[in-house]
């Protein structure tokens, strides 16, 4: 739901219709010239929203994949759509997050959408889109997107399940002893195979109980109830930084942060829902310069969902930007 | 240029075009990937992967600050290459 307020700007004041992990536009406005949209939407960082409070305590970073859901958000808000259920994600081409939002900070995201051309595969075309993230306050570059939005498109191939995700060579303790992150936004649950060095099996259960599926309507609806793809990709990184660190949290007098730097050619084939168990299949393919490429799979159950070209994490200082305690406020 | 080592380049001009997200054609041999494609410095770091994996040669990291166009990438490829025959 949206209310008009000045120059053109469109107020957000309810809960997206779909599942989401946090409400991650303010305002939005929209402009049509022929076949392309120009979209441009706000959010101010708040450093006590839950999610926030769990990425990372003690220092609230607006994460970066974040960006990726206040873009699916404006998307959802300002493009027409085939059929009721608003344009889906279904490939990141490319996304780079290239500087920090802290506490108080304004994201303004730049959004260019075109219709894709005929010779797409997938149901209605659907929409290129192209979006760049900058900090409204000094216009400094935080992320850069290209992406495809629409009808939603199921083809994962399917294989006879072989993990038991009863066993676990790391629990979530120790999980926990090796990762920043923290509710809500620790989204690994365990570990249950490890090849140190070269490839990891984690799983994250989804349930109905989890925040993002608070705030929707009733209704028998079941695209709403889609697990947010903005989490998916989050879980599959922080599978990809427990492959690297291997299992040895990174030294607290260090001032680098592990980051989530980009990702290419992120491909989703389904959707996961309550009652899921998601299981990501993550290869490190090399590691230069403290930055580490991954590639892997999503599974739900014996359905693959996504696939997953190049994940990029990095260490990067973020401390000294704004010191621990303190805001911008 | 050998035609052996103008087939290298041409390869070599696709991968840096695909992560700096250019069609070959765009990219000039001794064009600025910060000052004139607008890349960031993850790129370079990127690039430096994909060499090795694709060609199994690593090109030191100190070497990354000079790795600023196309032609300053086939050369630091050319030099760390084990020599053949």
């Not at chain 1, 010779?119 to 900090?135: K, L, M, Q, S």
Request: charged share 25%.
């Amino acid at each position: 739901m949206t209310i008009t307020v000045g120059a053109g700007w469109s107020a957000v004041t309810g809960a997206p219709e779909v599942a989401a992990p946090l409400c991650a536009v303010d305002r939005w406005r929209a402009a049509q010239d022929g076949d392309t949209w120009t979209i441009t939407a706000r959010i101010v960082v708040d450093g006590d929203e839950p999610n926030l409070r769990g990425h990372f305590p003690g220092l609230a970073v607006y994460p970066g994949i974040f960006v990726v859901e206040t873009l699916s958000q404006a998307v959802a808000l300002a493009l027409p759509a085939s059929g009721p259920q608003p344009p889906a994600l279904r490939v990141v081409r490319s996304v780079r997050f290239l500087a920090p939002l802290l506490d108080g900070d304004e994201l303004n995201l730049d959004i260019t959408a075109m219709p894709l051309g005929c010779d797409v595969d997938g149901p209605g075309g659907g929409w290129d889109v192209r979006a760049v993230g900058t900090r409204a306050a000094d216009g400094t570059t935080t992320a850069r997107v290209r992406a495809e939005y629409g009808p939603d498109v199921v083809s994962g191939k399917w294989c006879q399940s072989t993990i038991c995700h009863s066993q676990a060579v790391r629990q979530h303790g120790g999980i926990r002893a090796v990762l920043p992150q923290r509710h809500p936004l620790l989204l690994v649950d365990r570990v249950v195979r490890l090849d140190p060095g070269g490839s990891i099996t984690t799983v994250k259960a989804i349930t109905g109980t989890e925040p993002c599926y608070a705030g929707l309507p009733d209704g028998e609806r079941e695209w709403r109830y889609g697990y947010p793809r903005s989490l998916m990709i989050e879980s599959f990184g922080q599978s990809a930084a427990l492959l690297w660190l291997d299992g040895h949290a990174p030294s607290l007098d260090d001032d680098l942060v592990l980051m989530f730097a980009g990702a290419r050619d992120y491909v989703f084939e389904g959707s996961a829902y309550p009652g899921d168990v998601l299981r990501h299949e993550v290869r490190l393919e090399s590691v230069v310069a403290d930055t580490a490429f991954a590639s892997g799979e999503t599974w739900a159950g014996d359905r693959r969902i996504a696939t997953v070209d190049t994940l990029i994490a990095t260490r990067r200082p973020v401390r000294p930007v704004r010191p621990v305690g303190t805001s911008n406020r | 240029m050998t035609q052996a080592a103008e087939v290298q380049l041409e390869e070599l001009r696709e991968l840096v075009a695909e992560v700096l997200e250019l069609e070959p054609e765009e990219l000039e041999d001794t064009g600025d990937f910060i000052d004139d494609y607008e890349a960031d410095s993850l790129r370079a770091i990127e690039i430096l992967a994909r060499i090795d994996k694709q060609y199994k040669v690593e090109i030191p990291q100190a070497e990354l600050p000079e790795l600023r166009t196309l032609k300053a990438v086939y050369e630091a490829l050319v030099r760390h290459s084990p020599r053949q025959g």
